[in-house]
């Protein structure tokens, strides 16, 4: 029996360097600390793709990771697909925890990278706690 | 937002391939080095969000997509806004033409991705460089 999977999808924003986080975040959860329970999709795919794009977040249960306020990929997933089961956004996270993000937003430094572990880890917990649940 | 005149360059970004991964480097070497003040970006999430002003920026703005693979996310997302799209890159394309630079890494780049996204952005550099001295500003 296959694991159940759960949709993490990235805003990925080209702007700043919180949509960096949240790009390498989400790569460090698919590779690294749940390669067998997540999926992911590119986030433009949702309006320009076909229909099975839209059926994702009716098929898995969904965490949107965005870099900022303006929370592109939660909104994008629930105008063309579904209801988002948690929704992670960076800059909050990183006021919460009292961090900054000084990295450049090509290439994360070490601060970036620290913030994109820890990104990597919350969404962790939400998964778990969305596997515990069902 | 930038000068009427600032070309926006649009990567997919896409998350699931090394070609995202390409398309957005290439994209801030552009923007950031070769051509900096010619160009900028904005994010493809905003557009692709309904975003007002960066749907109202790409109308008043030369653009260019770039696209990791055939889905071409960028370019689509770009022409259904009815954008002012002036150049379409692929990074599927570059690999067809240099096919000893396969790159497998996603999450950063290896040595064939670097060599992959030197070659797009000069591309663009150049395209760049083509509009401007032929006074194309639409």
Redesign the interface.
């Known amino acids: 029996m296959s694991a159940p999977k759960i949709g993490v999808v990235?805003?990925?924003?080209?702007?700043c360097g919180e949509?960096t986080i949240s790009?390498?975040a989400?790569?460090?959860v698919l590779?690294k600390l749940r390669s067998d329970n997540t999926v992911?999709?590119?986030?433009?795919?949702?309006?320009?793709?076909e229909k099975g794009e839209r059926m994702f977040a009716k098929s898995f249960p969904t965490i949107s990771v965005d870099g900022c306020g303006?929370k592109?990929?939660k909104?994008?997933i629930e105008?063309y697909s579904g209801k988002t089961t948690r929704s992670i956004v960076v800059s909050d996270q990183l006021e919460k925890w009292g961090m900054k993000n000084r990295s450049p937003?090509?290439?994360l430094n070490g601060e970036g990278l620290e913030a994109a572990s820890k990104i990597a880890e919350e969404i962790v917990t939400a998964m778990d706690e969305i596997l515990m649940s069902r | 937002m930038s000068e009427s005149n600032t070309i926006l360059i649009f990567p997919c970004s896409g998350i699931g391939k090394s070609f995202g991964t390409i398309c957005r480097d290439a994209t801030y070497s552009v923007i950031e080095e070769l051509r900096k003040g010619e160009t900028d970006t904005t994010c493809l999430s905003l557009l692709v969000a309904g975003d007002g002003a960066a749907i109202r920026a790409v109308k008043s703005h030369r653009c260019f997509s770039v696209d990791g693979c055939t889905n071409d996310c960028a370019q689509k997302t770009l022409e259904i806004l009815g954008a002012k799209l002036v150049a379409n890159f692929r990074v599927v394309d570059i690999l067809r033409e240099n096919r000893e630079l396969k790159s497998t890494s996603i999450t950063f780049l290896d040595e064939n991705g670097r060599k992959l996204s030197t070659l797009l952005a000069e591309k663009m550099a150049q395209k760049v460089d083509d509009l401007n001295q032929s006074g194309a500003v639409s």
């Not at chain 1, 990235?10 to 702007?15: L, N, R, Y």
């Open positions: 990235a805003c990925s924003g080209e702007c949509g790009r390498i989400t790569r460090f590779e992911t999709i590119c986030l433009p795919l949702f309006s320009i793709g303006k592109c990929a909104f994008t105008k937003r090509r290439e």
